[in-house]
């Protein structure tokens, strides 16, 4: 594994953790029972890509299940590494426990990029994650979810494939499945959605308004970015700038969102966007607005 398990987000983690303990005058061994994954797997899936097998690295981290079944996403991205994972599911259970849902947290992750795949080689891979996590997921167990680079689609092959593992249909095992599977209608903008009213909630505590004519940026056009500007452009906000990897695009009159996210999703790139200035993807960061939605990766 290409992994030091010193990562700088993993560090951030855990000093978190080991602070909100010492400022709660909690014992240290609660230090000692939540800086440490209760169970790591790592997976070698192979896949067959333009003729010939290559095999890709997979993660799960369960980090603890003190409140209830494992829960977390499962990213697709060539930079994932296992001690980022840790430290996103060490942040899985601090936000179970603190939202009070009775889970525990995790997270998964397969090193790859998902567009440098064919459907056929993605189902392949979506399935032999599945396949190789089987005994140790499930509804009472662990339940994934989607995240980076994953959707209703990869869900929807991954829960088939543990049900053919376990021999009976068990579609609790993974969320954010089709609608057609017994999927929640709502979980494809519920993350988008909820940075927006985060958004409204803190201006309103703030300044005592709604977010009728509030500037807005959004650094990361994803998921979570799109639904993101379109419910502060619901909200009253006016989007003045989104970014992506190929650059922001920004306008201080306001951005058609609903042009933005056609332009995004039929070409891959949000600068594509026409009728906008183009700027570098980090000057979504700093442009001139009162709110902004750090929304990348």
């Known amino acids: 594994m290409a992994t030091t398990l010193q990562s700088e987000f993993l560090q951030d983690t855990i000093l978190i953790l080991r602070k909100a303990i010492e400022m709660g005058r909690l014992e240290k061994q609660l230090f000692d029972y939540l800086s440490k994954p209760q169970r790591i797997t790592v997976v070698s899936i192979p896949v067959k890509v333009n003729g010939s097998i290559s095999f890709f690295e997979g993660y799960r981290v369960q980090h603890n299940n003190a409140l209830g079944p494992f829960k977390g996403g499962i990213r697709f991205h060539p930079e994932v590494t296992l001690e980022d994972d840790m430290a996103l599911a060490t942040l899985m259970t601090l936000k179970n426990s603190l939202a009070g849902i009775p889970y525990g947290g995790a997270k998964g992750a397969v090193r790859v990029d998902p567009k440098s795949l064919n459907r056929q080689a ?134 058609s969102v609903a042009k933005a996210i056609k332009a995004k999703n039929e070409t891959g790139k949000v600068v594509s966007y026409e009728g906008a200035r ?12 009162d709110v902004l939605m750090p929304s990348a990766i």
């Open 122 to 255: 993605l189902e392949e891979l979506s399935r032999g994650y599945a396949r190789a996590l089987a005994n140790v997921i499930g509804p009472e167990i662990d339940v994934p979810a989607p995240d980076v680079g994953t959707n209703p689609q990869i869900m929807a092959w991954m829960v088939d494939e543990y049900s053919k593992m376990v021999g009976r249909n068990a579609p609790a095992t993974f969320t954010a499945k089709p609608v057609q599977l017994w999927g929640n209608p709502v979980r494809e903008y519920a993350t988008g959605f909820g940075v927006a009213v985060m958004a409204r909630e803190t201006w309103r505590e703030l300044f005592k308004g709604d977010l009728t004519g509030v500037r807005v940026s959004i650094h990361g056009f994803g998921n979570t970015g799109q639904w993101a500007a379109y419910w502060a452009d619901k909200f009253g906000a006016k989007v003045v700038a989104v970014a992506d990897t190929s650059g922001t695009i920004y306008d201080p009159n306001g951005l």
């Open 278 to 289: 183009r700027l570098a993807p980090q000057d979504a960061l700093t442009v001139d607005a």
